[in-house]
């Protein structure tokens, strides 16, 4: 079992920046895919990031190419997403994601969720 912590939600004014940070716990895996994952109200969860450690990959949503970046700790029980030029659009409930999917993209095939934290970006 793999358990995941996010951290560093939050309220920010358009154009600013958060940092949130996802923790493994458990059993850990030198080779897995973390992902990140929102849902805003009203709408379905989507795809933000993805980094996988198998194939040394990291991959993004065309939303937030360019503004938010993935990154890890070198032990791997750290996930971060670094969130710049938010807009309010960005606001929803952004889950950490672990495992081996086949297709990054796809929430239904990660195997360990986060419990989520909350995201308000302000006009």
């Known amino acids: 079992q793999v358990q995941l912590v996010e951290f560093g939600g939050g309220l920010v004014q358009a154009g600013g920046s958060l940092r949130l940070s996802c923790a493994a716990s458990?059993?850990?895996?030198?080779?897995?895919?973390m992902g990140w994952f929102r849902q805003a109200p009203g709408k379905e969860r989507e795809f933000v990031a993805a980094?996988?450690?198998?194939?040394?990959?990291?991959v993004y949503a065309d939303s937030v190419k360019g503004r938010f970046t993935v990154s890890t700790t070198n032990a791997k029980n750290t996930v971060y997403l670094q969130m710049n030029s938010l807009k309010p659009e960005d606001t929803a409930v952004y889950y950490c994601a672990a495992g081996w999917p086949g297709e990054l993209r796809a929430a239904d095939l990660y195997l360990y969720w986060g419990q989520g934290t909350q995201v308000t970006v302000s006009s």
């Open positions: 458990g059993r850990t895996f030198s080779r897995i895919v």
């Open positions: 980094t996988s450690s198998i194939v040394g990959s990291t």
